[in-house]
């Protein structure tokens, strides 16, 4: 089960850099100016064959009336709320300050593991001026520099060490597993249960930790599924909340201890930043995904040019992956929820789709031949057979080629398409992997 790290610290500590330089990417916006973070970034980190997530906030100012800071400081104490560990940044260079002491104050309050960073030790004399930061009462300061990447490795060996372990939850693989996501008000509550009704039949519910994602396993009209615990199902008490960051979270928690990602949309508003936010977030998961179009029942024009105008609107804006299906329903009136479930039902079932490998280059290769991949530097590149991998979590689909490091990602996205179209694979994603021959 993935876990959830959360870097805190007052402005201007290196927050970003060490985001940045723990997940290999260049994602958060580095500048020397305080307070330039003011989103949140989210990433995956892997060390020694394991994964966690990283979530990037933004600089926590204790007692301010700036209305920035203020959201800044609502997002981060959700994030303690939420994830599993917390990287508490502190500055070398400028020392203990006013901030980082009522920030450790509440962080101490917090009912969960805390490591202490003291960034921007580029030199062994900075390493000695950490022990400052013992005064915080937050145990032994870890020195890296997040700008060179000094230390960051013996950090990351500390964060494993420090997460809380799996609970073991015996949860069976083949019963699919749905987890409805969407921004806040776009009617998960309601579909939910819609679901379930108030005559609910449950047959087992399955609790890992309170920080944990919990599956609650339901049997009726037919279908057998697990839910995967969202914002709609359970809520903390009294969570000072600024809701698109909550609802960030609590989506990244769902979509990855999920099979099939119900993402839904509020007709009334349309695709706004948080949908797509919240889609990018299924696509770096390598999740399926049903798109439902909620609130149908309050727009007014329901033509089939009004669909057909709202289903490429989606399409436009999720581009290049366009192959998962839309569904127009309304939780509130119960229009097309069983819709829903058949087809989650139906794209979790084209993950386990096999094809095999003398039907797959019976049909790609007379396609590849009369498409093949763009000559580079002179050379011929020709693909001689593909098959599909066993036992993959998603389909996984190898070409072998001559020259396999020539082929580009247009053409990778045009086997993909080619695949798609001849097989069913609606709603799932697909890899594709190019291999010397």
Known sequence: MGKLVAIVGRPNVGKSTLFNRLTHTRHAIVSDTAGTTRDRQYGKVEWNGKVFSLVDTGGWVVNSDDVFEEAIREQVLVATQEADLVLFVVDVETGVTDWDEDVANILRRAKLPVVLVANKVDNSGNAYEAAQFYSLGLGEPQCVSAISGSGTGDLLDFILDRLPQDQKEEVEEEIPRFAVVGRPNAGKSSIINAFIG??????????????????????????????????????????????????????????????????????????????????????????????????????????????????????????????????????????????????????????????????????????????????????????????????????????????????????RRFLENKIRENWQMHGCPINIFIRQK
């Not at 599956?215 to 615990?229: H, M, N, S």
């Open 198 to 411: 108030e005559d609910r039949h449950i047959v087992t519910e399955i609790a890992g930790t309170t920080r944990d994602s919990i599956y609650t396993r339901y049997t009726k009209f037919g279908f057998d599924f697990y839910l995967v615990d969202t914002a709609g199902i359970r809520r903390k008490n009294k969570v000072t909340e600024d809701l698109e960051f909550y609802s960030v979270m609590r989506s990244i928690r769902a979509i990855e201890n999920s099979d099939v990602c119900i993402l839904m949309i509020d007709a009334t508003r349309g695709i706004e930043g948080q949908d797509m936010n919240i889609f990018q977030l299924i696509q770096k998961n390598n999740k399926s995904l049903v798109v439902v179009v909620n609130k149908w029942d309050l727009v007014e024009d329901k033509s089939q040019k009004a669909i057909d105008f709202f289903k490429n609107a989606i399409y436009q804006r999720m581009s290049p992956f366009v192959d998962f299906p839309i569904i127009f329903a309304s939780a509130l009136t119960k229009q097309r929820i069983f819709k829903v479930l058949e087809t989650a039902k139906d794209v979790y079932l084209n993950r386990t789709r096999h094809i095999g490998t003398n039907k797959l280059n019976e049909v790609m290769l007379p396609i590849i031949e009369q498409t093949p991949p763009p000559s580079t530097k002179g050379k011929y590149i020709k693909i001689k057979y593909c098959s599909q991998l066993p036992n993959t979590h998603i389909p996984s689909f190898v070409f072998y080629a001559n020259l396999p490091q020539y082929i580009k990602e247009p053409y």
